[in-house]
């Protein structure tokens, strides 16, 4: 590696076109990315002889756990030449892309990808499985009924961003989206918005989704966005959809876009739907004290306990304060309640375990029940859930 630089594109559009031509042959297919995330990502590359031979974007933007906004770095597009594959050069390009934005106050990071393995060794943890649901239209208009007569009308606006805003910090994982997050999901995706009206007109449910044409007849139409105040607003959206039955066979909901509620196992009047798992996305903690200051808490949690994040022959102990809704937390040399490895309390921050067992299970260590025990409640009054792509 004695022979690479790692460089930042920052004015540099010649490093930009020689990374998208690697990442077209690395996936495949173009990264449309690329392009049009522009200043709102940071691309980092590495050089052999002044060309381009890896890279990856860097988002810094926050996410939600435990209802507060939480600064991560969340990676994307990350590739190696095909021809440069098999140094580990990987690995030295994601501490490349992390650097800049742990600077710039990221004390998480998040990413999606089929190499889990990878990712694991490196600290990444996925908290929870992920599923893509296909769902036919006839299916979806015999089960579901509008029992308030929701109104739906077409097009974004500010109370659907509100709304967005105020679902996501329910639970643990989701992007709280700048306003350029909207707009480069509308030009990506070619996304149709519509937004659905409780009592008072009040916006209770947004709904994106895209459509294509299929070769014979009709449409495939897929969802990107499900968002819903209530079940009622959720009934009315999946019954609108299965209004396009005229077009669409099927509904497609595209990976994670569907909340972890059981909207379909209560209300399908036949329990058919046929999905599909996908690659996680991963969570990595790697700033631990600023991590558990900035994540939100239980306000009726009072708990004190010191926890060990272990590290092959690397050992950080840390006692934790939760009371009204806020965590106090400094390094100590007391020995640990729990045993944490940096995967396991990436699982555990973002409520991967629901209970103790499930902890337990993992391979958690803890001094007693009671510790581990009021350690997962902590974290488990939000479902984890990123519906967010990137």
Request: charged share 20%.
């Amino acid at each position: 590696m004695t022979d690479l630089t790692f460089v930042s594109s920052v004015d540099r559009p010649d490093l930009r076109e020689q990374f998208a031509d690697v990442a077209a042959r690395s996936y495949g297919h173009p990264i449309s990315d690329i392009e049009h995330l522009g200043e709102h990502a940071d691309l980092r590359v590495a050089l052999r002889d002044g060309t381009v031979i890896a890279g990856g974007l860097g988002l810094l933007v926050d996410q939600y756990f435990g209802g507060n906004p939480v600064p991560s770095a969340c990676l994307s597009a990350g590739c190696v030449a095909p021809e440069e594959r098999g140094e580990h050069l990987a690995t030295h390009m994601v501490a490349e892309r992390l650097a800049p934005l742990r600077d710039r106050g990221a004390v998480i990071s998040t990413m999606s990808t089929a190499v889990n393995g990878y990712a694991r060794a490196l600290g990444w943890q996925a908290p929870v499985p992920v599923f893509g649901w296909s769902v036919t239209t006839d299916d979806l208009r015999r089960s579901f009924r509008d029992q308030r007569r929701t109104g739906v009308e077409h097009g974004l606006t500010a109370q659907c961003r509100e709304l967005q805003r105020d679902l996501a910090r329910e639970h643990n994982g989701p992007v709280a989206r700048p306003d350029w997050w909207w707009n480069w999901k509308q030009t990506k995706s070619d996304l149709t918005t519509y937004r659905f009206t409780g009592p008072g007109g009040v916006t209770s449910g947004v709904l994106t989704l895209s459509t294509s044409r299929r070769e014979r007849h009709g449409m495939t139409l897929t969802v990107h966005d499900f968002w819903s105040a209530d079940c009622d607003t959720a009934c009315a959206m999946l019954g609108f959809l299965g209004r396009h039955n005229a077009r669409a066979t099927t509904i497609d909901f595209r990976r994670g876009a569907l909340p972890p509620f059981p909207d379909l196992l209560h209300h399908l009047h036949r329990f058919r739907p046929t999905v599909q798992a996908w690659h996680p996305w991963m969570l990595r903690i790697l700033d631990v004290e600023g991590a558990l200051r900035l994540r939100g808490w239980p306000a009726d949690l009072d708990l004190t306990a010191t926890i060990d994040v272990t590290d092959h022959d690397t050992t950080g102990c840390y006692r934790l304060h939760i009371t009204g809704g806020r965590a106090e937390v400094e390094a100590t040399t007391a020995p640990g309640d729990v045993r944490f490895t940096p995967q396991q309390l990436a699982a555990w921050y973002a409520g991967g375990y629901r209970t103790a067992a499930a902890a337990r299970r993992s391979g958690v260590h803890a001094e007693t029940s009671d510790a581990l025990g009021g350690l997962v409640r902590a974290t488990t009054t939000h479902e984890p859930w990123l519906p967010d792509h990137f």
